[in-house]
């Protein structure tokens, strides 16, 4: 059965920092890209930052960058999100996904939330 299970959020102060967690289980973590996304209330779901199966190679939206980190340890099956200088508009639900694109594969989890507020 395949798992992606996100842990980590909470209520954090401006300026504060967080690191989100995804554990994965039922399938081989190795072969997928994984990504985090987020979506706030009243918005369209967007991507935060992926990291590639193969070379782990970053990527971020623009308004992360500098921010947040995106890594994955292939022998816990988990990637992380480590949120630095929250602000108040990165309060969202975020959730890990697991895509292969060659084999059309794709997992979501079901969201841990982010409350950035003094």
């Known amino acids: 059965q395949v798992q992606l299970v996100e842990s980590g959020g909470g209520l954090v102060q401006p300026g504060g920092s967080l690191r989100l967690s995804c554990a994965a289980s039922?399938?081989?973590?190795?072969?997928?890209?994984m990504s985090w996304y987020r979506q706030a209330p009243g918005k369209e779901r967007e991507l935060v930052a992926t990291?590639?199966?193969?070379?782990?190679?970053?990527n971020y939206a623009d308004s992360v960058k500098g921010r947040f980190t995106i890594s994955r340890d292939n022998a816990k099956n988990t990637v992380y999100l480590q949120m630095n200088s929250l602000k108040p508009e990165d309060t969202a639900m975020y959730y890990c996904?697991?895509?292969?694109?060659?084999?059309?594969?794709?997992?979501w989890g079901q969201g841990t939330q982010v409350t950035v507020s003094s």
């Open positions: 996904k697991a895509s292969w694109n060659l084999a059309g594969r794709e997992y």
């Open positions: 039922g399938f081989t973590f190795s072969n997928y890209a």
């Open positions: 990291i590639t199966a193969i070379g782990g190679l970053t």
